[in-house]
């Protein structure tokens, strides 16, 4: 089955810098690489997603790659408020299957 | 509002217990996926149906069971509760075919005292 690895498990930047965060794949199969964010008490909602037919797709400061060929994809914030501050779960799934979750990164954004 | 309902938002109960977590969907959603999230640690996978059927299952205890029902809506029911069963329960929905997202509902925190 999947196996996603996601790194780093916590992340601290100041305000204004930029953040990333990276996860590995394994099964050549997977098609879709959504992230989610979840801030504290509530359930995780997805924040932006990719499909494997697109390198790179952009939402204002939020962004998301994908190597296809290295089996990574990687978020990436920029100009980072307090507001960004959440766990930000990666994930991936071939085309109809389930999800398979990364571990999660805390991300801290000081003021 | 993410569209997936979850009840009871809260609960405090003693060991020994059993509890019912419910969840409805989103409209049009067939497929539900139920998760256990503990303190500060990732998204355990427990189980997921689809239009009333057991679809898979991860590290799903034996005292945890889980169903769909007509409706589409799901139950998790958790049973011989221990204090190790504390934990934040979401559950999710998703459309089927294409690839979707998951929508995930807001939880429920148990916790076992």
């Known amino acids: 089955g999947e196996n996603v690895e996601q790194h780093p498990s916590t992340l601290s930047v100041q305000e204004g810098d930029s953040a990333v965060i990276k996860c590995t794949y394994s099964?050549?199969?997977?098609?879709?690489f959504p992230w989610y964010k979840q801030e504290l008490g509530k359930g995780p909602q997805l924040i932006i997603d990719?499909?494997?037919?697109?390198g790179e797709k952009k939402d204002q400061r939020i962004a998301v790659t994908l190597n296809k060929t290295a089996k990574h994809f990687s978020l990436h914030i920029t100009e980072t408020q307090p507001e960004d501050s959440a766990v930000y779960f990666c994930a991936a799934s071939p085309v109809g299957n389930m999800l398979t979750f990364g571990g999660g990164t805390r991300l801290m954004v000081k003021p | 509002d993410s569209g997936v309902t979850q009840t009871p938002k809260h609960l405090i109960t003693a060991t020994g217990q059993r509890v019912t977590l419910r969840c409805s969907p989103r409209s049009g959603d067939l497929s539900v996926y139920w998760y256990q999230q503990s303190l500060d640690q990732g998204l355990q996978f427990l189980i997921q149906y689809y239009n009333g059927e057991e679809r898979a299952k991860g590290n799903i205890l034996e005292r945890f069971s889980a169903q769909q029902f007509p409706d589409l809506h799901s139950e998790l029911n958790l049973s011989s509760l221990e204090l190790g069963d504390s934990a934040l329960y979401f559950c999710?929905?998703?459309?089927?075919?294409?690839?979707?997202?998951?929508?995930f509902g807001s939880g429920t925190r148990l916790t076992v005292v």
């Open positions: 099964d050549s199969a997977s098609n879709y």
């Open positions: 990719i499909r494997s037919n697109v």
């Open positions: 999710a929905s998703s459309g089927w075919g294409a690839n979707y997202g998951y929508t």
